[in-house]
């Protein structure tokens, strides 16, 4: 049976360390012991979906090395499935993690062996899928093929723009929910202040605007609102933009509205900031009732 919900993206092993402050250019700042964690936004998504309960695919690239086992065991071991996930002869996707105490973190990611997913990849995974979600730590032309040929099949597409970088016109044409932050939503749009609403002009049917702690903005073409977070103190905020948009796309998948589908996706990436690590703090459905 094909997955409900299919992922399109990285999958990364995080070497997470915990620092007081992040070195600044030339300077060399001591840091706890590394931490070894599944992660990349591909997995991370795909992890959050299946967590919750969700029928969930990873189409994605490893390495044949250990980091790229570790990855294959912690999506097998949270109910994703990875008959899509290819081993190729690169290394597997490394992520660089600087967490300072307040939660906050920095990351430089090493894409790997994800710069070898190609969009035959996607095209043999597609069938029977209801969302794609969909992130850019792979090749752009394999996502921008991957929501091309789910639009064609009548497949709902969502595009978490993250990291940030140029989408070819066509591919935001007919995209039905453009997920980002206020950092890309800022760069998308070319100004400092985010007006929501201009982001339908892209092309988009409805946009997601995630703001971290203060929740989330929902834009249709019926207009706008706003989804407010718990207040909660973070413990680490990594992977919690992945958290999600995986919580979202279940929802999406099970029938829910935008908006609702956004509140549940708040509520999940609330959660996993309470917990260090990506895939390790997403809750389970138990845990959210």
């Known amino acids: 049976m094909a997955a409900r919900v299919l992922v399109v993206g990285s999958a990364n092993v995080d070497l997470v360390v915990e620092a007081e402050r992040r070195p600044a250019g030339g300077e060399t700042v001591l840091g706890a012991d590394t931490v070894v964690l599944p992660g990349g936004k591909g997995a991370n998504t795909a992890v959050a979906a299946a967590r919750l309960g969700a029928d969930v695919a990873l189409v994605g690239a490893v390495g044949d090395d250990g980091f790229g086992r570790l990855l294959l065991e912690s999506l097998r071991a949270s109910g994703t499935r990875t008959d899509h996930v290819r081993t190729v002869d690169r290394p597997t996707g490394v992520a660089y993690i600087t967490v300072t105490p307040d939660g906050e973190n920095s990351i430089l990611v090493s894409p790997g062996a994800n710069r070898a997913l190609c969009p035959e990849a996607v095209t043999a995974a597609l069938p029977g899928a209801s ?3 969909a992130s850019l730590e792979v090749p752009v032309p394999t996502v921008e093929h991957a929501l091309a ?33 206020q950092h890309e939503a800022a760069w998308l749009l070319g100004a400092e202040s985010v007006e929501a609403t201009r982001l339908l002009e892209l092309g988009p049917k409805a946009a997601v605007v ?3 702690p203060s929740g989330a903005v929902v834009v249709t073409g019926a207009g706008s609102s706003e989804i407010p977070a718990p207040e909660v103190d973070a413990v680490d905020t990594t992977g919690a933009g992945d958290a999600f948009a995986g919580a979202f796309a279940t929802a999406l998948a099970r029938g829910a509205s935008i908006a609702d589908a956004a509140t549940s996706a708040v509520r999940v990436a609330t959660m996993s900031v309470l917990r260090r690590g990506a895939q390790p703090s997403y809750p389970t459905a138990a845990e959210l009732e």
């Open 131 to 133: 969302v794609l979600v």
């Open 149 to 181: 040929a789910a639009e064609e099949a009548g497949v709902r597409t969502v595009l978490n723009l993250s990291p940030v970088a140029e989408i070819a016109e066509r591919a935001l044409n007919g995209l039905d929910v453009l997920l980002v932050n």
């Open 210 to 212: 995630t703001k971290g």
